[in-house]
């Protein structure tokens, strides 16, 4: 039974490897082949716009695009615990280039119309790219790359030939790159657009990453003398680095291209004439090997439902075409799953474990485990095994609930919705409007009415990935009922979504009859003790503390009691956290909630 997401190999989701101009160069005249430098950001919501139309201008064009995506300027800078995909280069021609927003792209470093800036809007890079790609080229260039994956050391040569040599004295000059493709990571986006980028656990595959020139002359390029009859080589051998920045330079997801410009940083006469990309061949490839990256998805449930684990296996060696795991919850039996399919050399894969049933203990967790690789064949990489927590539902006494939201500044980018264990939508909020500057932002409160005896999962949403609480005013969401605080979001200081269950088991008669029982709880919060007090009425009445699943942490029951009484709950040995109080008796009960330090 094969069950797999996604596959992060050569080819994902449109976007491949070409193999285009390989060496030997051809000697008969060609026309040009286009550049285009996207200046992009992981922060910029138009930008995934920016990298669908970039996509399809490559796509109607095979093997005569070269698509750059450079991350560079304000919407590139990451946040804590982001990727850095800037490079020294990148800043360079983000600064050479000018651009009046982001995206911005520069089809071969040439203004469009009479714009003072070689980066474009986006609306103009077909027409451009057009009217290049039916030009004819005086050059023709090809190119080779041989990356031995043990030593990630690169052997790559460019043969570049000149079909209209120019006179005597011209230079060019000759830059070679490389992009990395299929890089999840964070990417706001206000479509949302590139949507077959977006990946089920809403993080994005980036595609065409800058990762910087290789030519020994730096940014602008090495001379070529354009006087030239000849095949031009010239021949670059690089160790690739481990990281840029902090991020993983993937060897089996890079691709290198190098165009010649007839301008060194000069506005002027900086145009680039034509160019060519290859995908490098791999040598000594070492044996399939997997390592288990993370399990993916998070788990809010309620008590009965199942989880699916989806877990991402990273692979540094040759194909990986079988997968055996095992996977458990709190310590029990395990759940076992053959996986057959392809993870290429160097890629990654998405894979959806069966679906598991549990009861729900104290503090539970999943461990899921890469037990073989290709039937014993393969081997086991340095992590094999990861731990998930699974958080359960908190507990509402009440279908009565009032949903209270507090915005930062920026509300157009917040949202809310709640589901029931069908996954209908029974009430949703939101986007709210921006303000005019930092502060907190009360919205008008939400009732909703819930059925009892069900689940329910509550999702808050920020479209731009930051949260509500990153230095633009406090934001807060907070269900309500009966009095009592039942779910609540605090810090959202990052990220785009926090989901949260919510089981509904309201307690008989509390709507009318909760004020008939006068009920006093203090020190609130406690340590070692809560008192409570109540007014009962001629009857036997329990007095309990409950965690937030409805499960009894201590009850004691008192007879015959009239007027005001005060009962000593213990709770030094109980956990830190929520908790209710319950008074019942004579047919009717009171709640209210306490909190345990």
């Given amino acids: 039974m094969k069950k797999t997401l996604l596959i992060l190999g050569n080819v994902v989701l449109g976007v491949g490897f070409s193999f285009a101009q390989q060496t030997p160069v051809s000697q008969s005249p060609q026309n040009k082949n286009v550049v285009l430098e996207e200046l992009t950001g992981i922060h910029c919501g138009y930008c995934p716009d920016g990298h669908e139309m970039a996509n399809a201008l490559a796509a109607a064009h095979p093997n005569r695009v070269v698509l750059v995506n450079v991350h560079a300027g304000g919407y590139a800078t990451p946040s804590t615990g982001e990727p850095d995909l800037r490079t020294t280069d990148g800043t360079a021609l983000d600064a050479f ?23 474009t809007s986006r609306s103009n890079w077909d027409a451009m790219a057009a009217a290049r ?69 809403g993080n994005y595959l980036h595609q065409h990453i800058f990762r910087g020139y290789l030519n020994t002359s730096g940014t602008w390029g090495e001379a070529i003398d354009a006087s030239q009859t000849g095949v031009i080589t010239r021949t670059v051998t690089v160790t690739i680095p481990q990281t840029i920045n902090g991020v993983d330079v993937n060897i089996g997801q890079l691709e290198f291209f190098s165009f010649l410009h007839s301008g060194h940083n000069t506005y002027s006469n900086s145009q680039i004439i034509t160019a060519a990309e290859v995908s490098p061949s791999l040598l000594n490839v070492p044996n399939p090997t997997a390592s288990l990256q993370s399990i993916v998805n998070s788990f809010n449930v309620c008590p009965g439902e199942q989880i699916t684990p989806r877990v991402k296996v990273t692979n540094s060696g040759a194909e990986i075409t079988s997968l055996a795991f095992s996977s458990t919850i709190n310590g029990g039996a395990p759940t076992v799953f053959n996986w057959t399919g392809s993870i290429p050399a160097f890629g990654s894969a998405e894979i959806d474990l069966p679906a598991m049933s549990f009861t729900a203990v104290g503090t539970n967790s999943v461990v899921s485990t890469i ?36 915005c930062d500044r920026y509300g157009s980018e917040t949202s809310w919705e709640i589901k029931n264990s069908a996954g209908t939508m029974v009430a949703s909020g939101g986007p709210y409007t921006d303000a005019a500057a930092a502060g907190a932002f009360p919205q008008p409160d939400v009732n ?18 930051d949260g509500f609480d990153s230095g633009y005013g406090n934001g807060n969401f907070e269900i309500t009922g009966a009095g009592i605080s039942f779910l609540t979001v605090g810090t959202f200081s990052t990220g785009k979504v926090v989901e949260k269950a919510m089981t509904v088991t309201e307690v008989a008669g509390i709507s009318e009859l909760a004020g ?57 040995t109980v956990a830190s956290g929520s908790y209710i109080v319950k008074v019942s008796g004579n047919g009717v009960s009171k709640v209210q909630n306490v909190v345990i330090k």
């Fill in 97 to 119: 280039m000018v651009p009046a927003g982001y995206p911005a792209g520069s089809i071969q470093r040439t203004a469009f119309g009479t714009e003072t800036f070689l980066a």
């Fill in 133 to 201: 790609l039916a030009e004819a080229s005086p050059v023709n260039m090809a190119m080779d790359a041989v990356i031995d994956a043990t030593t990630r050391q690169l052997t790559l040569t460019v043969e570049m030939y000149y079909t209209s040599p120019f006179a005597t004295g011209t230079n060019h000059y000759l830059n070679i790159g490389y992009v990395q493709n299929n890089f999840e990571g964070p990417q706001t986006n206000y479509g949302p657009y590139n949507t077959s980028a977006i990946l089920p656990n």
């Fill in 371 to 406: 037990t073989s690789v290709n039937g014993g064949a393969g081997i086991l990489g340095a992590i094999v095994s990861k731990t998930k927590a699974i958080t359960m539902s908190t507990n509402s006494v009440s279908t009565q609930v009032t949903v209270k939201l507090t």
């Fill in 448 to 465: 909703v009415t819930l059925a009892n005896n069900e689940c329910y999962h509550v999702f808050l949403y920020d479209g731009y990935g």
């Fill in 516 to 572: 008939q029982i006068s009920m006093n709880v203090y020190p609130n919060p406690a340590s070692s003790e809560v008192n409570v007090e109540f007014n009962g009425t001629n009857g036997n009445y329990a007095v309990s503390l409950l965690d937030l699943q409805g499960r009894v942490i201590y009850s004691t029951v008192s007879n015959n009691v009239v007027g005001n009484q005060t009962i000593t709950v213990p709770v030094s």
